[in-house]
């Protein structure tokens, strides 16, 4: 009888105490009451709560391992401690496993399946629940929802999401899908004002400034990511300095001291690589997402690379498990830094073969162009994602000119051409005429820029190019017909003065001279010929007493010559004469400069050479009075002096010789 008062006293302990939330109390009675009967299921739940609430989740979980299964939410509890211990893969194989889920027990899966870095379902079942669910406060399931789908990239459904509600959490993740969206104003606008939401709401209960300026961290940080992204990289490195100094939570920490770091870039990279050492802990970890984690181990693997430490770069890059395109970067990177240019391959190609991009193609492309597989290169970039680029299509052909044969090059011009979009085309073959035509392709070269005249018949700048080309090419019927298609002078060749068109022409007369005299001013045979000129109207009217036209142009550039000459004569007797720093050659009484002022010091007859002090050697107090020694050393000095003055003197008067011989032949 008196057990069973005991036992009534025990229950109805632990009834008040669960209604009071005193989970000590509660703990206390629960194991009373499994004193006198272990198997108790309302004890044995009551006791799983009241450790869960109280942090003991191992407890907990060995309450519910010796635990019946009359026990009401036994696989919810020990999902939600297997989560609390960030066990999430057990915590997912127990929700799986059941044939069923609740409420509570979906909503536990989703922040699971979050947590995991399965965000496309939990996304669809955030999505689900708030369809079904009538009891969780609405607006905080729109947070996770958002939240969810911004996660997964859907940011255009998070923003609708947002917009539903109403609190200061639902405008800072439509902050963020703005960001991601990069519409950046708009995310600082957003962030601020949700910002200054959370500011009001925190003061209204009551908290102390700092512990405000706390909470509203990670909103700030959100709102320096927007601006470093914006291009505000000083305001942005200003928040973000701010707030690692008020030490805010690990997870904020870890944020920004990995955006301050590729702000920093290669600047202060040792006290980066420290920075994220010490944060990049097993706790720091859970506390994030994979993607973020991910994310911030190749930031620094990254700086390893820059810092030249590549053994530990590649440790680095061993832990990180996701295959991305920035991962699959960075270890093509490192192999070439070892100059294994296989490895890098195909590390780049398994990243294809998983997902295909544009850029991973780009990069491929330019590592077998470094390594001199060219035509590996243009394979590469012969992608069907690619080929109509008309950039692309102009590297292809860059790389054939540097490692490509002749026929390779002709191929890939008309194959690119025929690729790319109408009104690219023209721009491009006209590049490619003169790619082709420094080749020696002229044939080829005119049969593009005939093409681009047929396309265009306006187009007289393709026709004069098909008429110089096909001229080169030595097939000068074709040129001759194209040329008949080359449209009149504006201007009648009356007006146009030939001698003018000559001389204007002419580059330099010396050289003229030096052609007219080996040929005789015919033309020279082997020259290449040129497009033929429009026919003339009226031919120009010759001087009676014209030479023949060797023989006139060789007239002309003598007078040119000797003009030149004269000209130069005469400006060098124009030329004043320098004189020294403050000299005035109109005052009699100054004596006339030194004629040696041209010469370095040591060649100059005045030069006496550097003076040394007389220096008595010897222990202190030991040197002997007798100084006829030093008269004898003066003596030689002065004789040595002497001759190298009468030497200077000499080359200086030789020089000045030959420098009037130079005048002369001049």
Not at 197 to 211: I, V
Not at 511 to 533: E, F, I, K
């Amino acid at each position: 009888m008196a057990g069973e008062e005991g036992t009534t006293a025990a229950l109805a302990a632990l009834r008040d105490a669960t209604l009071a939330d005193d989970h000590d109390a509660a703990l206390r009675a629960a194991n009373q009451v499994l004193a006198v009967d272990s198997s108790d299921p309302d004890a044995v739940e009551s006791k799983v709560v009241a450790l869960l609430h109280l942090g003991s989740y191992d407890d907990a979980l060995k309450v519910l391992s010796t635990a019946g299964d009359d026990v009401d939410g036994r696989n919810f509890y020990r999902a939600y401690a297997l989560y609390a211990l960030f066990r999430v893969d057990e915590c997912l194989a127990v929700l799986e496993e059941a044939e069923t889920l609740d409420i509570r027990e979906k909503h536990l899966y989703a922040q699971a399946l979050f947590r995991n870095g399965r965000l496309t379902e939990a996304a669809a079942l955030l999505t689900e629940l708030e369809a079904v669910d009538k009891d969780t406060n609405r607006d905080e399931l729109l947070t996770n929802v958002s939240a969810s789908l911004i996660a997964a990239g859907k940011n255009e459904e998070a923003i609708a999401k947002c917009d539903q509600g109403g609190t200061y959490e639902l405008n800072v993740n439509a902050g963020g899908a703005l960001a991601a969206l990069g519409r950046f104003p708009a995310a600082i606008q957003r962030l601020e004002s949700a910002r200054e939401s959370a500011r009001n709401a925190l003061d209204a209960e009551g908290l102390e400034h700092d512990e405000i300026e706390e909470e509203l961290d990670p909103i700030l940080a959100q709102i320096a990511y927007a601006k470093q992204c914006d291009g505000d990289e000083d305001e942005a490195r200003e928040l973000y300095s701010a707030i690692l100094k008020r030490s805010p939570e690990l997870a904020v920490q870890l944020v920004c001291g990995n955006n301050l770091m590729a702000l920093n870039r290669k600047k202060d990279m040792f006290d980066s690589l420290k920075k994220t050492k010490a944060l990049l802990t097993e706790t720091a970890r859970q506390k994030l997402l994979p993607q973020q984690w991910s994310d911030m181990a190749l930031n620094r693997a990254i700086l390893l690379f820059f810092m030249d430490r590549i053994d530990e770069c590649k440790e680095a890059m061993e832990d990180i498990k996701e295959q991305t395109e920035s991962v699959a970067l960075v270890r093509a990177a490192i192999a070439l830094k070892m100059n294994d240019v296989q490895s890098a391959v195909r590390a780049i190609e398994d990243q294809l073969a998983l997902s295909p991009s544009a850029s991973l193609t780009l990069a491929l492309a330019r590592v077998y162009y470094q390594s001199g597989a060219f035509s590996d290169a243009v394979k590469a970039l012969r992608t069907p994602d690619l080929r109509g680029i008309p950039a692309v299509a102009a590297a292809r052909v860059s790389i054939l000119v540097h490692g490509g044969s002749d026929e390779e090059l002709d191929t890939e011009v008309k194959e690119s051409l025929s690729n790319v979009p109408k009104e690219a085309a023209r721009p491009l073959a006209l590049a490619f005429a003169e790619v082709l035509s420094s080749r020696g392709l002229h044939s080829s070269a005119a049969h593009l820029c005939k093409h681009i005249w047929e396309e265009d018949s306006y187009d007289h700048e393709a026709l004069a190019l098909a008429v110089v080309e096909a001229a080169r090419a030595g097939d000068h019927e074709v040129a001759r017909t194209l040329s008949e298609s080359l449209p009149e002078l504006e201007t009648g060749s009356a007006s146009v003065d030939i001698q003018a068109l000559v001389r204007d022409a002419m580059p330099n007369a010396r050289q003229a001279r030096r052609r007219d005299t080996t040929t005789g001013g015919a033309p020279q045979q082997d020259a290449a010929p040129s497009a033929p000129a429009p026919a003339a109207t009226t031919e120009p009217a010759a001087p009676a007493d014209s030479a023949p036209p060797g023989d006139e142009t060789l007239a002309f550039s003598k007078d040119i010559l000797e003009r030149i000459r004269a000209r130069r004569r005469e400006k060098r007797l124009k030329r004043k004469k320098r004189y020294p720093k403050g000299f005035d050659p109109s005052d009699p009484n100054n004596p006339p400069p030194d004629p040696e002022r041209w010469l370095p010091k040591h060649e100059r007859s005045a030069f006496r050479g550097r003076r040394r002090k007389n220096q008595l050697r010897g222990a202190q107090g030991s040197q002997s009075t007798d100084t006829s020694y030093i008269e004898e050393q003066k003596a030689a000095m002065e004789a040595e002096a002497a001759n190298v003055a009468q030497s200077t003197r000499q080359s200086a008067q030789a020089r000045a010789i030959q420098a009037k011989k130079r005048k002369k032949r001049r």
